[in-house]
Nanobody
Framework: QVQVVESGGGLVQPGGSLRLSCAAS????????MNWYRQPPGNQRDLVAV???????NYADSVKGRFTISKDNAKNTVYLQMNSLKPEDTAIYYC??????????????WGQGTQVTVSS
C-alpha cells in the first residue's frame, strides 16, 4: 500500500559528497515524518536525520554540520545531502516514512536501503 525506496548510494572518496533520495509512494493520505538511518558493517542501525512537517529537522551528533535533510513535498521525497564524508560514514542507509494511508491506518514504512561506501 505504501512503498519507500532509497537511491543515490555509491562509492565516494573521503571528503566527497553524495545526495541520497527517499521516495514514498502509494496510498498516502498524510506524512507525519521521514527519517534516515544507517547501519555500518557489524553495527546496529542508528538514527541519522529526522524531518517533520513544517520543516523541522534533527541530526545525530556524528553527522551534524555535514549532513542536511530536506523534503520535496510534491514528490513525497526526502533527500540526505552528505558532505565532507568520512570512512566511518560507510553504511547501508535506510529511510522510513511515518504515514497515514488513505484507509486511515497509521504506520511506519521502511525502504530497502542503499549502500554508501567512503574509501580512497
Amino acid at each position: 500500500q505504501v512503498q519507500v525506496v532509497e537511491s543515490g548510494g555509491g562509492l565516494v572518496q573521503p571528503g566527497g559528497s553524495l545526495r541520497l533520495s527517499c521516495a514514498a509512494s502509494g496510498s498516502i493520505l498524510s506524512i507525519y515524518g521521514m527519517n534516515w538511518y544507517r547501519q555500518p558493517p557489524g553495527n546496529q542501525r542508528d538514527l541519522v536525520a529526522v524531518w517533520r512537517p513544517g520543516g523541522s529537522t534533527n541530526y545525530a551528533d556524528s553527522v551534524k554540520g555535514r549532513f542536511t535533510i530536506s523534503k520535496d513535498n510534491a514528490k513525497n521525497t526526502v533527500y540526505l545531502q552528505m558532505n565532507s564524508l568520512k570512512p566511518e560514514d560507510t553504511a547501508i542507509y535506510y529511510c522510513n516514512a511515518d504515514v497515514m494511508s488513505t484507509s486511515r491506518a497509521r504506520f511506519v514504512s521502511w525502504g530497502q536501503g542503499t549502500q554508501v561506501t567512503v574509501s580512497s
